[in-house]
């Protein structure tokens, strides 16, 4: 509208000269329609020009000739100076959703594969809105516009960065109780959520802001779930293992309690038949028979 309304002021001076340069009381005529209805309709397309309407929670971006100026304004009607223009980049919530069957498959540790439910709201930081939007121009394919580019091409590649490297390390077969057997599901948001709130910081920290991390429980391919299942059979079979060699090591020790009563019994009743004295059936080396 600013280069119309130049237009339109070009016109309403070509319309003064025609005025005072015109002859004829006609040439005169055209000359003030022309200066009347140029100047108007310049006055009107500047005003116009000078206004915009930044979306609500959308940050303004005050370009000059598309470029920005570094300066920012608030959602709502703004002025500016007619030959500047205001951009809006989206400063609402975002969220980045992987969740149920779309959830993200990463690789863990020993080279096997979880696939992560994960859901994090975040939103672009106001004060970095002019760098971003004179960084990323429009890209045919991505909806949005600069701020869509600025999505595809930078937040969601370093948030799946960084899920990939906090779960470089993650091992399912940990999870597995070592008494037991059983492997409970793991809670990624006790684990996990922090650990990836700092990894985000350091990707992203200047240019968005985290909101809040929500993890649901992971699945894993089959080869991991065989390894699982293996192992739990393994501790297992290990801990019925120790149970039955204490149970063997009891029954050893009764076998000989038992063995050692069985004597001092049989010593007591001879005795008792022979009406001699039973005390030396209670010393350490017992004999079968009492002495006579």
């Avoid at 008494?179 to 996990?192: S, Y």
């Amino acid at each position: 509208m600013f280069i119309i309304g130049i237009i339109f002021a070009a016109a309403a001076l070509l319309g003064l000269a025609l005025v005072v340069l015109a002859k004829t009381s006609e040439a005169r005529g055209a000359g003030i329609l022309v200066m009347l209805g140029g100047g108007a309709l310049a006055v009107v397309s500047l005003v116009i020009a000078s206004l915009s309407t930044v979306p609500t929670r959308n940050v303004g971006i005050v370009t000059e000739f598309n470029k920005p100026t570094g300066r920012t304004t608030g959602a709502g009607l703004k002025w500016h100076a007619p030959w500047q223009g205001i951009d809006d980049w989206d400063a609402s919530g975002q969220t980045y959703a992987h969740l149920g069957d779309a959830c993200l498959w990463v690789a863990i540790a020993a080279q096997r594969r979880a696939c992560i439910p994960v859901q994090i709201e975040w939103n672009s930081r106001a004060e970095r809105a002019p760098e971003n939007w004179a960084a990323y121009k429009e890209v045919d394919g991505i909806d949005g516009g600069r701020f869509g580019t600025f999505v595809a091409r930078r937040v969601e590649p370093q948030i799946g960065a960084a899920i990939t490297t906090v779960f470089s390390t993650f091992d399912p077969l940990g999870q597995v109780n070592a008494k037991t057997g059983d492997a409970p599901a793991p809670d990624l948001n006790k684990t996990h959520k922090d650990p990836l709130l700092a990894a985000l910081k350091a990707n992203l920290g200047e240019d968005i802001e985290i909101r809040s991390i929500a993890f649901q429980t992971p699945r894993y391919d089959e080869p991991t779930t065989a390894a699982i299942n293996a192992y739990g059979q393994k501790v297992l079979e290990a801990r019925n293992l120790a149970v039955d060699e204490s149970n063997a090591k009891t029954r050893a020790r009764i076998t000989a309690t038992d063995a050692s009563v069985d004597q001092v019994a049989r010593c007591l009743q001879i005795a008792e038949k022979l009406a001699k004295e039973p005390g030396l059936c209670m010393t350490p080396a017992t004999p079968t028979r009492p002495i006579s």
